[in-house]
């Protein structure tokens, strides 16, 4: 059985409108997948989405923008049906969305913790259900995790612990939807050069960061890029469909296990 293409297919993306999930709805379109939707979480990323859904069209796919918040759990569904009144059909679904919280154990508050748990967890658990409810056969289903997963260090409890459930949901789904041809898989980068990143370190824990990975002489700036993680994706969309089940680092060995 031949692999599958992205040719003729719709996906879904949360978190498309900037940073990783805009360069993975990009590099879709440019390889032939006709609907999009684009999915943002508040009014403060609207002009960003818009933006992506404009670049989308000017590569010749049919795009669309979703607002919510997924650890509402009604949004899921309303962002699948979307999908399906809008194109007939869905047959990716990418969550790159999420939130980090970095602070010692002794200073997280239960908001902190409630909200990661929400975002990270929460979300990610009730996208991938309704991405199961939805999917088309032989479809694909991707997370963007953490490299943190395998990392000894201070201060990042909360965001990879909020993180770590998505590899038991990621393992579970892959089980019960892989009679329908669908595969499930996790992403897990190191430290990516977007805002995302920036926004917690300081000066000097952004340098260790960028020093850290073992491959680091070699990229820019030290760091994971988007461009390093939006390929995969792509492959394991496609070409690599057989993979199932399975968190991939990709890091350039800034941790491993």
């Known amino acids: 059985m031949s692999a599958p293409t992205l040719q003729g297919k719709v996906a ?99 908001a902190d913790y409630e909200r990661s748990f929400a975002a990270n967890a929460k979300a990610a658990f009730f996208f991938i259900q309704q991405a199961g409810r939805t999917l088309a056969e032989r479809g694909s289903i991707v997370t963007i995790v953490s490299s ?29 939807f892989g009679a329908r041809g669908i595969n499930v898989n996790a992403i897990g980068p190191g430290p990516m050069d977007t805002p995302f990143f920036y926004g917690q370190e300081s000066n000097a824990s952004a340098a260790y960061h960028a020093s850290a990975a073992a491959l680091s002489g070699f990229s820019k700036k030290g760091l994971t890029d988007i461009e390093d993680i939006a390929p995969l994706v792509r492959f394991l969309v496609t070409e690599g469909w057989w993979i199932t089940g399975q968190t991939i680092f990709a890091n350039g060995g800034y941790t491993t296990r």
């Open 148 to 176: 943190l997963l395998a990392a000894y260090t201070d201060s990042y409890a909360i965001y990879p612990g909020s993180k770590a459930p998505v590899e038991h949901y990621t393992r579970a789904a892959s089980k019960e």
């Open 12 to 110: 879904v993306i949360a978190g498309g409108g900037k940073n990783l999930g805009a360069l993975i709805a990009r590099q879709f379109a440019g390889g032939g997948t006709r609907g999009i939707v684009v999915h943002y979480n508040s009014d403060a990323s609207r002009a960003e989405a818009e933006a992506t859904i404009g670049a989308l069209k000017a590569l010749g796919a049919d795009a669309i923008g979703f607002q919510g918040d997924l650890s509402v759990v009604d949004n899921n569904v309303r962002l699948f049906d979307t999908a399906l009144a809008h194109f007939g059909q869905v047959d990716i679904a990418v969550n790159t969305a999420g939130v980090v919280v970095k602070k010692p154990i002794l200073d997280v508050t239960e």
